[in-house]
């Protein structure tokens, strides 16, 4: 049986989800990836909440022509919304992306914002 793309990443997203686990002082920054827009979740999952959530479809980032210059927008927006949310510590959650291109930037984007992981 031949794997798509999609349960090719699933199934590494479930191999990735069994060891990250996101709490209230850490929560789990978690990425997801289409072909036009990327969002940014923070999620405790003791309770199950979205503490803050980013993306770029959001009014405040400006959507340039490189996505991976939109990727680090969103990555510094999230870190934002998280120091108002009182959080300066996350467990990233790639979410079966490879750790490239735009998962990456945004990544980078929230570290130079002030997001410690």
């Known amino acids: 049986m031949a794997l798509t793309r999609e349960k090719r990443r699933l199934r590494i997203r479930m191999r990735i989800r069994k060891t990250i686990n996101g709490s209230a002082a850490a929560p789990r920054l978690s990425v997801f990836r289409s072909n036009k827009e990327i969002y940014a979740q923070l999620i405790d999952d003791t309770t199950g909440k979205t503490l803050a959530a980013a993306s770029s479809r959001d009014k405040e980032i400006e959507n ?21 949310a009182g959080v300066s510590k996350v467990v990233f959650d790639r979410g079966g992306y490879l750790y490239h291109g735009r998962v990456k930037s945004l990544a980078e984007g929230a570290r130079e914002a002030g997001l410690k992981f």
């Open 64 to 84: 340039s022509d490189n996505k991976s210059n939109t990727a680090v927008a969103v990555g510094k927006l999230i870190a934002e919304k998280a120091t108002q």
